[in-house]
């Protein structure tokens, strides 16, 4: 029970875009060690946090109903929505928006199967190689390293990476959306004039 005269703490606030820009660096770090599970989860959660931030960055300034709608098990409030609202109000390029949609079925693979997945598995392997970002990475390395390749684990990091890192750029060039303001047009109501004929 909370003791009297004690206001009950209030849930840790969301972080914003700058915020996630500066630990980034340290959460990939941290993700190298991670088992292939949480690699899957706390990669897709990263990035879900982010197009979070996004969205918040564009849509008006009314944080009762833009925290409402983007609230888990609202509208906006899964990756695979935000996803899709981000992608058809024309935030995203497409290439980003078919990684983040195969992304989002990597981790729930490893989030809803009870057979121990790895970025082995078969069908996490497909899923993995239909990944685009990665081959951006990937041309760039063999300009130095011929014969580079990625594994699967890999590509999925480097997806998160390359995702990431374009989604902060993307908030920090939105404009925020306006509602429009209401303009009352008055007309005029009454019987039309006579007209009036010249005679000759």
């Known amino acids: 029970m909370t003791p009297k005269g004690k206001k009950k703490s209030k849930s840790k606030a969301k972080k914003s875009i700058e915020d996630l820009s500066l630990e980034s660096q ?9 088992t292939d599970r949480g690699v899957a989860l706390i990669g897709a959660e990263f990035i879900n946090a982010i ?6 960055s564009h849509f008006i300034d009314n944080a009762k109903h833009v925290n409402a709608l983007l609230k888990k098990n609202q509208p906006l409030g899964s990756l695979w929505s935000r996803s899709e609202i981000a992608y058809c109000i024309g935030l995203l390029p497409e ?19 009870y057979v121990a997945q790895t970025f082995d598995s078969e069908i996490i392997e497909n899923l993995c190689l239909k990944l685009k970002s990665p081959d951006i990475t990937l041309n760039i390395i063999r300009l130095i390293w011929k014969d580079a390749c990625l594994d699967n684990r890999d590509r999925y990091i480097a997806s998160i990476v390359s995702i990431s890192d374009l989604l902060i750029r993307i908030g ?3 404009r925020r959306c306006e509602s429009p303001k209401l303009t009352l047009h008055f007309r005029r109501f009454g019987r039309p004039a006579k007209e009036t004929h010249k005679q000759d």
């Open 26 to 34: 340290e959460f990939f770090e941290e993700m190298k060690k991670e």
């Open 51 to 56: 197009l979070e931030q996004v969205l918040k």
């Open 95 to 113: 290439p980003t928006f078919h990684d983040l949609d195969l992304i989002r079925q990597i981790r729930n693979e490893f989030a809803h199967n």
């Open 172 to 174: 920090r060039k939105l």
